[in-house]
């Protein structure tokens, strides 16, 4: 199911490390595989197979077009505009980004929101916060990074927002989504190729917002007499979706 998803929505490859992280190789290999033949097979009825390479991916890696820049939400792509040097504003989002992937790792590692053995809940909630934060950080490094990328993470934190101490139940969150609401005036950002400043200000305090509540999980304690690989068990139904 996941293979299928990133053949539709390549963006969304980023969730693959969560195979990595539950140390699914199999899974892994299998969600690789599915956009792999279907990209393989779709190349074959293009004009130019080619293209992905020579001008797709450039484009993707560096977001060089003069116009679609002016909307970019990313770190390394707005506080330049700031007088940041690139160099630096390029290392604020990575370190955002490799904040962010250190957390989603703790928090897989980590029990659920009601406490070890609270069931297929605790699981969901596990691996949809560490998928989210996972697809944030990469948010803050992507060239380009726009506002509808946030379509894919804000569904799921709303749909979490029932099980105590989930990101939607905090004031950032709603905080973050502000700048997006219709009519929300700073009028030193109103002007249309300034769109990018609001939108970064909501990735990055959505980024922090939901790293916080997940490097506030207790981690998962395996007692001395388990045998090793009890942790990856702690949490089966985790594991099952892999």
């Known amino acids: 199911m996941i293979g299928a998803a990133i053949a539709v929505k390549p963006l969304l490859v980023p969730v693959l490390l969560l ?3 539950a140390r699914r190789w199999r899974g892994l290999a299998l969600a690789v595989l599915v956009p792999a033949v279907a990209s393989g097979l779709a190349a074959l009825a293009m004009p130019d ?29 707005v506080l330049p505009r700031l007088g940041v040097p690139q160099a630096v504003a390029s290392a604020v989002g990575l370190a955002g980004a490799g904040a962010g992937v250190w957390i989603a790792r703790r ?9 070890a053995g609270a069931g297929a809940e605790a699981a969901a909630g596990r691996i949809a916060e560490s998928a989210v934060l996972v697809m944030l950080s ?15 993470v804000v569904p799921l934190l709303l749909a979490g927002a029932v099980v105590e101490g989930a990101p939607a139940r905090t004031p950032w969150f709603w905080l973050a989504l502000l700048p997006q609401v219709p009519g929300f ?4 950002l109103e002007a249309g190729e300034r769109r990018a400043f609001k939108d970064a200000v909501t990735l990055c305090l959505l980024a922090v917002t939901v790293a916080v509540c ?10 001395a007499a388990d045998p090793p690989g ?13």
């Open 214 to 223: 997940c490097a506030r999980r207790g981690p998962v304690t395996v007692d």
């Open 138 to 152: 990469a948010f803050l490094v992507s060239r380009p990074s726009y506002d509808h990328y946030l379509l894919v």
């Open 19 to 21: 195979f990595v992280l």
């Open 107 to 115: 928090r897989w590692r980590c029990e659920g929101a009601t406490g």
């Open 230 to 242: 009890a942790e990856e068990s702690a949490v089966p139904a985790s594991g099952a979706a892999f």
């Open 185 to 188: 005036v700073w009028p030193w």
């Open 49 to 77: 197979p080619a293209g992905f390479f020579t001008r797709t991916l450039p484009f993707l890696f560096s977001g060089d077009d003069t116009f679609v820049r002016l909307y970019e939400a990313s770190p390394g792509a």
